[in-house]
């Protein structure tokens, strides 16, 4: 399920994205293509990203960054952003 996009009023799907990838950083990168790509094709709502995620083995600090256009993009179009820690 990496990224699951749905709408929250009626749990309708919008975008499965990175469903082969758990690793977090990768996972930001293609939601905010994604958020970048989409920005002006979806109405204004109520929505989840829930991004499922596992912990790398090999991380040692760092990790994925949400940028603040992204967030404003997610602000204006209604999104909630949901972590969801799945373990291996």
Excluded: H
């Excluded at 082969?20 to 929505?47: F, H, R």
């Excluded at 829930?50 to 912990?55: E, N, R, S, T, V």
């Excluded at 760092?62 to 256009?69: C, D, P, S």
């Amino acid at each position: 399920m990496p990224i699951n996009i749905y709408n929250n009023d009626n749990a309708e799907k919008v975008a499965l994205l990175s469903d082969d990838c758990w690793e977090l950083p990768t996972q930001i990168d293609v939601l905010e293509a994604w958020l970048k790509e989409n920005e002006l094709k979806i109405p204004s709502g109520n929505y989840v990203i829930d991004i499922g995620f596992d912990i790398r083995k090999d991380a040692s600090g760092g990790g994925g960054v949400l940028t603040t256009q992204s967030m404003a993009i997610m602000v204006k179009l209604g999104i909630e952003l949901y972590l969801s820690e799945y373990p291996e």
